[in-house]
């Protein structure tokens, strides 16, 4: 835990300082400071000032540090992070005081968030659902298979750029766009019924969004910050889970009526009861369970949902520090990813119990998830965004569980997108230079890197479309646009402007991929 800190620390340094400063510094004159941070800050560094998308901004980091230094970080920017400059935006005094605020304030108690905190928070936007039109109010197939989902963050993380934007993979076409007022973070969709879609912002509030007229119905805060959201298998329900407080909720998915809590705490692999950030949580196709990774704790919980009370099964020393996940074998088979072990655990989510453990690189993160089957088998691809001596893409035999080959990437990778349909896997580079523009394709057969593209902007989150013809990549901060390539001969196709996209998330995914199967498998099951 204490050395994926320091990493996050040394990547994001930059970025920390920025995101508090954004359109709230009038509040700067009147020394409101607690009000501005948790209106303008909280959303990226957690509410108690203990990092979550950046790092901490509190009297212990921050000890030392030149305002000098830190000051012209937020006057001039960074390229190489998330950070914009802010010289013109803001004057030198607000800059001046800020900084001195987050230098005298330490980290603070982990504020509560109850169920009836999330009960008075819902709010609805449309009363009588019925009221809605019976049919998509634009073109798409109608399973809406092809649509995809962009959460835009926005140039400073909130404000008028941070929606969720919807696209139409086979016109590239924009065909709706629902404003979240901060940065969406996560977007998800009711396998059961295709209208619905769900889509969860930094600050932890939950958009419950009707495809058909591309407008928010209800919405519902179910916590100061965390991105963990997973929809069940029949879409009856929604699981949220929160960095700040460290508690998951369970939802009514078409009420967003919260049912029931859970104190997110456990014994850790080191013997240490310790409470715990919410890591991954997602829904299977093959029973009706949720599964959450306890962050700190180390282990992965699994909920029955047909069960009264939505009874827990623990499965401990999976790892220290877990965080995402994806699924295979039909939903059977949870790989989840451990920063401080640089492994990923294969758990068994029928038996819940731990299968192996497995090598892969340094502070592993396999995003959405990429299984794929290549002549036979069913392999797995793992990123990895760590500093390392070598940096790699660790590929997995998922059948045998074992590790195949360790792939050497340019630099640090966050997540992959693989596609029964298509020749790559593509991995996009993150690392704290300008080849964080680009993403690089890993021949699925001979399992080299063959082509590097640069997409014209900070590079995140391949994905493809859901008949994988063609491969979607976010070009963020400094290129704000979706960048479109044929995913076989990976010529540009199109592109969607949009402020600062970040995730993309396909609507077939409900189908094969994040849920365990593969378009071939889809088939093979019918």
């Not at 070009?475 to 996209?501: C, F, H, I, R, W």
């Amino acid at each position: 835990m204490k050395n994926t800190i320091k990493m996050l620390n040394k990547s994001l340094l930059a970025s920390s300082i920025a995101m508090l400063l954004s359109s709230g510094m009038a509040l700067a004159k009147s020394d409101d400071f607690h009000k501005l941070y948790q209106d303008n800050c909280a959303s990226c560094h957690g509410s108690d000032h203990g990092g979550y998308l950046a790092p901490a901004l509190n009297s212990a980091i921050l000890k030392g540090r030149s305002p000098t230094a830190l000051r012209t970080i937020v006057m001039a920017g960074s390229f190489d992070t998330l950070m914009p400059p802010f010289y013109g935006r803001l004057d030198d005094d607000e800059i001046r005081g800020v900084i001195k605020h987050l230098q005298e304030t330490p980290k603070q108690p982990n504020p509560a968030w109850t169920i009836d905190d999330m009960k008075k928070s819902l709010k609805v936007y449309v009363k009588d659902e019925s009221t809605l039109p019976a049919k998509p109010t634009f073109q798409i197939d109608d399973k809406f298979e092809n649509l995809i989902g962009v959460a835009a963050r926005g140039k400073y993380g909130r404000g008028e750029g941070s929606k969720a934007i919807f696209i139409n993979s086979t016109t590239h076409q924009k065909v709706g766009e629902v404003p979240t007022g901060t940065a969406a973070h996560i977007i998800d969709f009711n396998p059961a019924n295709p209208r619905w879609a769900y889509v969860k912002t930094d600050t932890a509030e939950i958009f419950k969004v009707d495809l058909y007229s591309m407008q928010a119905v209800r919405s519902i805060k179910t916590g100061w910050n965390g991105p963990g959201m997973g929809v069940s298998r029949d879409g009856k329900y929604i699981m949220a889970g929160s960095f700040v407080p460290h508690n998951a909720v369970i939802l009514n998915a078409d009420t967003l009526e919260p049912l029931k809590t859970f104190e997110l705490e456990g014994i850790d692999p080191d013997g240490k009861h310790v409470s715990s950030d919410s890591g991954m949580i997602i829904g299977t196709p093959y029973a009706d369970i949720f599964a959450i990774a306890l962050e700190n704790a180390g282990q992965v919980w699994v909920i029955d949902l047909n069960k009264e009370g939505f009874p827990v099964t623990r499965i401990e020393k999976v790892g220290r520090h877990l965080h995402d996940a994806f699924l295979t074998h039909g939903g059977k088979k949870l790989m989840i990813a451990s920063y401080d072990d640089s492994i990923v655990a294969a758990i068994d989510l029928e038996k819940r119990e731990i299968i192996k453990k497995l090598e892969a690189g340094c502070v592993p993160h396999v995003g959405g998830g990429s299984a794929v089957k290549v002549d036979g088998r069913t392999l797995g691809f793992g990123t990895n965004f760590g500093d390392c001596d070598k940096t790699v893409v660790s590929v997995w035999d998922l059948d045998k569980m074992e590790v195949v080959k360790q792939v050497p990437v340019s630099g640090g990778t966050e997540s992959p997108a693989a596609h029964a349909n298509a020749p790559y896997v593509a991995v996009d580079i993150i690392s704290k230079d300008r080849r964080a523009r680009t993403v690089q394709l890993i021949d699925k057969k001979t399992l080299e890197v063959a082509r590097t593209l640069d997409v014209g902007g900070h590079a995140y989150f391949p994905e493809y479309s859901a008949d994988g013809k063609f491969l979607y990549i976010s070009a963020g901060y400094n290129g704000d646009e979706v960048v479109v390539y044929d995913s076989n001969t990976l010529q540009k196709v199109a592109t969607v402007p949009m402020e600062s996209p970040a995730g993309i998330f396909s609507r077939g995914r409900v189908k094969y991929m994040t849920r365990g199967l593969s378009p071939d498998e889809m088939e093979q099951s019918k």
